[in-house]
Nanobody, 123 residues
């Protein structure tokens, strides 16, 4: 299984951006999926996760109410809709596939990672 994240860019505070992660290759896609982010000089942190097949979602407190994670199990994609972006949302965003069907907040429960897409929010 390979993950390919896209959709990052440079936006202004208050704008919206939609990230997409395509899951491809041989192997099971019936797993929980997550988005994480890593800002310069900081550790990678949890952003949002969605279970398989998509009934449950969880969010980090910093993004709850602004970000929405969704998945399309036919197209094998997981999207992250980011609204009302803030300066502190600037980071490289990574999608990841979990080791179970659950929507986990724990980075240790993700085994396959995409390459990351840069999101930069300016004032």
């Amino acid at each position: 299984v390979q993950l390919q994240a896209s959709g990052g860019g440079l936006v202004q505070a208050g704008d919206s951006l939609r990230l997409s992660c395509v899951v491809s290759g041989r192997g099971s896609t019936s797993a929980g999926m997550g988005w994480f982010r890593q800002a310069p000089g900081k550790e990678r942190e949890f952003v949002a996760a969605i279970s398989w097949p998509g009934r449950r979602t969880v969010y980090a407190g910093a993004v709850k109410g602004r970000f929405i994670i969704s998945r399309d199990n036919i197209r094998n994609t997981v999207d992250l809709q980011m609204n009302n972006l803030k300066l502190e949302d600037t980071a490289v965003y990574y999608c990841a596939q979990g080791i179970s069907q659950w929507a986990s907040m724990s980075i240790e429960e993700y085994r396959i990672w995409g390459q990351g897409t840069q999101v930069t929010v300016s004032s």
